[in-house]
C-alpha cells in the first residue's frame, strides 16, 4: 500500500519560513515524479513545486520561484519543501503528489495517482 504523509505545516508570520515533509512508502516501483500542490479555500489545487527524484530536474510555480526549494533526502524517501519568505497568499492546505509515469504538463494534478493527506501552513500579515 503506498503511502504520502506530509507533515512540517504551521502558523507563521509573514516573511517567516517553514520546511514540509513527504515521506513516501510502500512503492512497489519506482514513482520519481513527486510534486508540491497547495489548495487555498474556495480555490483550485495549485501546482507549487516538482521534482524528478531520479534526475534531480526541478520546476517551480511563478509565485514561489526563489523563495521556494523544492529536494529529497534520498536516504530516507522525502520529499522536502523549504518555503522561505512566506506570505499571506501562500496560506493553504499543501498536498504531496507523486506517479510513476513521465508527466509533460507538472503542474496538471489529474497526472499524479498518489496523493498525501496534506498539512496546513497559515501565514499571516
Known amino acids: 500500500q503506498v503511502q504520502l504523509v506530509e507533515s512540517g505545516g504551521g502558523s507563521v508570520q509573514a516573511g517567516g519560513s517553514l520546511r514540509l515533509s513527504c515521506a513516501a512508502s510502500?512503492?512497489?516501483?519506482?514513482?520519481?515524479?513527486m510534486a508540491w500542490f497547495r489548495q487555498a479555500p474556495g480555490k483550485g489545487r495549485e501546482g507549487v513545486a516538482f521534482?524528478?527524484?531520479?534526475?534531480?530536474?526541478?520546476y517551480y510555480a511563478d509565485p514561489v520561484k526563489g523563495r521556494f526549494t523544492v529536494s529529497q533526502d534520498n536516504g530516507k524517501n522525502i520529499l522536502l519543501l523549504q518555503m522561505n519568505s512566506l506570505k499571506p497568499e501562500d496560506t493553504a492546505m499543501y498536498y504531496c503528489?507523486?506517479?510513476?509515469?513521465?508527466?509533460?504538463?507538472?503542474?496538471?494534478?489529474?497526472?499524479?495517482?498518489?496523493w498525501g493527506q496534506g498539512t496546513q501552513v497559515t501565514v499571516s500579515s
Open positions: 521534482m524528478n527524484t531520479d534526475s534531480g530536474t526541478t
Open positions: 503528489a507523486a506517479t510513476r509515469y513521465y508527466i509533460i504538463n507538472w503542474s496538471d494534478a489529474t497526472n499524479y495517482y498518489y
Open positions: 510502500g512503492y512497489t516501483y519506482s514513482h520519481p515524479y
